[in-house]
């Protein structure tokens, strides 16, 4: 894999394209994968590959991801690993916010156990929840970067008042939500990060629906330049903004190479173009 051009936060520095780890769970990323073997063959193969950043969540499987990660991995060497806190599973695809203190710190101190680490490179709020307090989580994960329990913090599922909201009380390293060329609800947090020099992970990265449809735009576009939608869609995303981190997710090697040789494609001026006013 040809090395994007990098990021750093909080003295951490990350190539711009890394792997989304939660794909590596059961069905409803609940449990374990069928393949266990496999889920750890893609974990080993990212790394040989070049990535050298792998984002996860304690409610993957739930805790399944992270031992998968810890099992595949561990000792890390220069490898970063961003969990998160702050949704409760009682099921399959059942995620329940939880954002009480006591409860997200106590999720902290047992992703660092499972993780094998005395601190966690970035850790990140899954999802600020309505019944508490925000400042309140915001303050919690200020206390565990103060105790050095974390090295950074990032948000996820935010709003630009949220986040301006917590940067009143804790450093805010990257911000984590749903965006991808057919779906930029989340334009004006792309766009805030950008200004501020705040890393904007992009959870679900390649495109899907009818833009990305066999014979729609995407493809097209895709097979003019014999590649693959998913590489087209990752292609656009790093070169929206230098801030843009993608974490493409797959249970699958081949797919995950597919995925990492998105980082070679260079969209020319008119194809960027093209992507940047298509319409759902």
């Known amino acids: 894999m040809t090395n994007p051009t990098a990021f750093s936060f909080a003295d951490q520095t990350i190539q711009r394209l890394g792997y989304g780890a939660m794909r590596i769970t059961g069905e409803g990323v609940w449990g374990y994968p069928k393949d266990r073997d496999g889920a750890l063959r893609v974990l080993r193969r990212a790394v040989e590959l070049g990535v050298d950043f792998i984002d996860t969540a304690d409610s993957y499987g739930p805790y399944v991801s992270e031992e998968l990660i810890a099992e595949a991995l561990h000792p890390y060497g220069e490898v970063k690993i961003a969990t998160k806190a702050g949704l409760l599973r009682t099921g399959p695809n059942v995620w329940i916010p939880c954002g009480r203190p006591d409860y997200l710190r106590q999720e902290c101190e047992m992703s660092l156990r499972r993780l094998g680490q005395e601190s966690i490179d970035l850790f990140q709020l899954h999802h600020v929840d309505a019944t508490v307090d925000a400042d309140e989580q915001f303050g919690l994960l200020r206390s565990l970067l103060d105790e050095g329990k974390v090295k950074a913090v990032g948000l996820s599922n935010v709003s630009v008042d949220q986040i301006k909201a917590a940067r009143e009380i804790v450093p805010v390293s990257t911000v984590q939500n749903r965006y991808n060329l057919t779906d930029r609800a989340s334009e004006d947090v792309l766009d805030y990060c950008d200004a501020a020099d705040i890393g904007f992970i992009?959870?679900?990265?390649?495109?899907?629906?009818?833009?990305?449809?066999?014979?729609?735009?995407?493809?097209?576009?895709?097979?003019?330049?014999?590649?693959?939608?998913?590489?087209?869609?990752?292609?656009?995303?790093?070169?929206?903004?230098?801030?843009?981190?993608?974490?493409?997710?797959?249970?699958?090697?081949?797919?995950?190479?597919?995925?990492?040789?998105?980082?070679?494609?260079?969209?020319?001026?008119?194809?960027?173009?093209?992507l940047n006013h298509l319409q759902g």
Do not use: C
Request: charged share 20%; net charge negative; glycine share 6%.
């Open 202 to 274: 992009p959870w679900f990265p390649v495109a899907s629906g009818n833009l990305a449809r066999s014979g729609g735009p995407l493809d097209t576009l895709a097979k003019d330049r014999t590649i693959t939608v998913a590489q087209l869609s990752l292609a656009w995303l790093l070169r929206r903004s230098p801030v843009m981190l993608p974490i493409p997710g797959t249970s699958s090697v081949a797919h995950l190479e597919e995925n990492l040789k998105s980082a070679d494609v260079a969209l020319d001026d008119a194809t960027f173009d093209a």
